[in-house]
């Protein structure tokens, strides 16, 4: 059963201050992993797709990479704005139907 | 691009009552449309999937009888809510795959139901 566990649960920063959100994985064969961002009483809105360990992608204050067993998404110099809930999933390789499974998320909170 | 709508953004209904939910993607085709539910600081369940002109495909604990869907289109999938109870008050977001692009799901805005 694939299974994604991200951590912190929830996490504070002060406007400026770098850090980095954890999402580790067990699925089996990966065909991609996938952030979010959810603010309060929306949708998730798409980030980034990996597909293979080594793979970086960035998006502004945002960079997200991946291992063979975990990904983390590094938050460089957050606004408030950034604050958010995060989400990660995975996609199998075989899901015919390219099903997600998500994380229970982290809560970023950017204090000005 | 790839912008999913939700119809209604909110909605609060009687005990024993249906409600429908559409789910639209604006600007492209979708292969596959996906249900979730989600409850107060909980992640997203995966509730069924559907293709166009294929019944759905439910996740194991979802009553298909209780939470029809129909995906009559490229661009419409719609979840029925059937005989709703005060349980099955929860946020309700679709999500919907780009037809022959990619892997991503885009999502809906969301459906906020509230039973009474």
């Known amino acids: 059963e694939d299974q994604v566990t991200q951590s912190p649960e929830a996490l504070r920063l002060q406007e400026g201050e770098s850090s980095s959100l954890n999402c580790s994985y067990t699925?089996?064969?990966?065909?991609?992993l996938f952030w979010y961002r959810q603010d309060p009483g929306k949708g998730p809105e798409f980030l980034f797709t990996l597909y293979s360990a080594g793979e970086e992608k960035e998006k502004e204050r945002l960079k997200a990479t991946l291992t063979k067993k975990e990904s983390f998404l590094h938050i460089t110099a957050p606004k408030p704005e950034d604050s958010a809930t995060y989400l990660c999933?995975?996609?199998?390789?075989?899901?015919?139907?390219?099903?997600?499974?998500f994380g229970k998320g982290t809560k970023l909170s950017v204090i000005p | 691009g790839a912008v999913v709508s939700q119809h209604p953004s909110w909605v609060i209904c009687k005990s024993g009552t249906s409600v429908k939910i559409e789910c639209r993607s604006l600007?492209?085709?979708?292969?596959?449309m996906f249900w979730y539910r989600q409850f107060p600081k909980q992640s997203l369940m995966l509730m069924a999937t559907s293709n166009e002109g294929s019944k759905a495909t439910y996740e194991q604990g979802v009553e298909k009888d209780k939470f029809l869907i129909n995906h009559a289109s490229l661009t419409l999938s719609t979840l029925t809510v059937t005989s709703a109870h005060p349980e099955d008050s929860s946020f309700y977001i679709c999500?919907?795959?780009?037809?022959?692009?990619?892997?991503?799901?885009?999502f809906g805005p969301g459906t906020r139901l509230t039973v009474t």
């Open positions: 600007d492209f085709q979708a292969t596959t």
């Open positions: 999500s919907a795959r780009v037809l022959g692009e990619g892997v991503e799901q885009y």
């Open positions: 699925v089996s064969g990966l065909r991609g």
């Open positions: 999933a995975v996609q199998a390789r075989g899901a015919g139907s390219y099903q997600l499974t």
